[in-house]
């Protein structure tokens, strides 16, 4: 896939109530799961600002992967490890969020993010992904857990040998990410994890402060950013809840720079976010619900006095309205990539979590016929 994202062609047509949305082409058999674990002891705020930093970035990657013409589903896990106020009893460890396509609440969850000191038991956190997330059982999905940290990789309870091999039985490839030295990082173990499921050893400079440069498009992006917003509808119990935690994303966004909330509102334009939870356009799209037999109260206030017809001529003219900003925010996108293309030649950097895992993912997708637009 490009660095950042490519327009992304949305080609499948789902009739529904009368009228046709046009909905993303995406594949059940090509699903991309990524586990996230990251070392959340006191040394590593500079990591948990990378992950914050470089979502957006990652999902734009992510979004522009195909197979067999088709735009693969994709699944994303956080744990966090190392924190003393994690009980020991859970090995200073937990799941913070199991696989899941709702990519508001990965970036919810990683600005709520605090560190603390503690023991980091990678051989546990890899042992624990592997048994408790729902893994794709299909021999063509990309299965993967990235592990960043900086202690020594063979503490705790669980052999890290162990913990990698069962995880390389289910077709989970183990990647690690060391945060310093490459020979630090060898020497205390990172690599070897990394070798046990054929997966790939980086080390990174996690206090490196990203790079985020202006584009002449970001101005352009954030008002459309907004129009888009507009033909969000929330309908359900929890609907204005996760409304707002959109809106609360796009401002985390844009406090860390203007050039990341470019990238998320990139990310909103892709066939990855998908809000058939709480959003009346994504649900009708998505076959959640039935506009002809949803409940009043369910409803949005704007569509509560509205008949069948009006309903569906309304989230119609929404999803017409959501596909146009989509285009227009895609094409910026790609000038906007352009852009930041030539700048990063010209301005080399270290690596970071970001870079990594992109790297990463585009050579290992390429083991399971994924290809990149």
């Known amino acids: 896939?490009?660095?950042?994202?490519?327009?992304?062609?949305?080609?499948?047509?789902?009739?529904?109530?009368?009228?046709?949305?046009?909905?993303p082409d995406i594949s059940p058999k090509g699903k991309i799961q990524i586990a996230l674990l990251l070392d959340t002891s006191s040394s590593m705020d500079g990591l948990i600002e990378q992950a914050k930093s470089q979502l957006w970035k990652i999902v734009n990657e992510l979004a522009a992967a195909e197979k067999d013409g088709k735009t693969p589903e994709l699944e994303v896990s956080l744990f966090e490890y190392g924190k003393s106020s994690i009980p020991e009893g859970e090995s200073y460890m937990r799941m913070i969020t199991p696989f899941t396509g709702d990519l508001d609440r990965i970036s919810a969850e990683l600005f709520a993010l605090t560190t603390?000191?503690?023991?980091?038991?990678?051989?546990?956190?890899?042992d624990s992904a592997a048994k408790n997330l729902k893994w794709d059982s299909g021999s063509g999905s990309l299965k993967l857990?990235?592990?960043a940290g900086n202690e020594p990789f063979n503490q705790g309870?669980?052999?890290?040998?162990?913990?990698?091999r069962k995880a390389a039985a289910k077709g989970i490839v183990v990647n690690t990410i060391y945060c310093g030295d490459r020979e630090t990082g060898v020497?205390?173990?990172?690599?070897?994890?990394?070798?046990?499921?054929?997966?790939?050893?980086?080390?990174?400079?996690h206090n490196r402060k990203v790079m985020n440069i202006v584009a002449p498009q970001d101005a352009e992006i954030a008002?459309?950013?907004a129009e888009l917003n507009k033909t969000y509808l929330a309908y359900g119990i929890k609907g204005?809840?996760?409304?707002?935690?959109?809106?609360?994303?796009?401002?985390?966004?844009?406090?860390?720079?203007?050039?990341?909330?470019?990238?998320?509102?990139?990310?909103?334009?892709s066939a990855h976010y998908r809000n058939s939870s709480w959003d009346i356009v994504d649900a009708v799209q998505d076959k959640n619900i039935d506009l002809k037999s949803i409940k009043k109260e369910e409803l949005p206030d704007k569509?509560?006095?509205?008949?069948?017809?009006?309903?569906?001529?309304?989230?119609?003219?929404?999803?017409?309205?959501?596909?146009?900003?989509?285009?227009?925010?895609?094409k910026l996108n790609m000038e906007r990539r352009a852009y930041i293309e030539k700048a990063n030649r010209e301005q080399e950097g270290d690596e970071t979590l970001g870079t990594a895992i992109i790297k990463t993912v585009r050579e290992q997708a390429a083991d399971k016929n994924f290809r990149f637009r």
């Open 1 to 23: 896939m490009k660095p950042f994202i490519t327009a992304i062609i949305l080609t499948a047509a789902i009739t529904l109530s009368g009228f046709a949305f046009a909905a």
């Open 116 to 126: 603390n000191g503690g023991d980091e038991y990678c051989g546990k956190a890899i």
């Open 145 to 147: 857990i990235f592990i």
């Open 157 to 164: 309870e669980v052999n890290y040998l162990d913990a990698g």
């Open 187 to 205: 020497k205390t173990y990172w690599k070897h994890g990394a070798d046990i499921t054929g997966g790939k050893y980086i080390n990174i400079d």
């Open 223 to 225: 008002r459309l950013n």
């Open 240 to 269: 204005e809840e996760k409304k707002m935690e959109q809106e609360i994303q796009d401002s985390n966004a844009k406090s860390m720079s203007g050039a990341i909330a470019s990238e998320r509102a990139a990310s909103k334009a």
């Open 303 to 330: 569509m509560k006095l509205m008949n069948a017809k009006e309903r569906e001529e309304y989230v119609k003219q929404l999803s017409s309205d959501r596909e146009k900003i989509r285009e227009k925010i895609n």
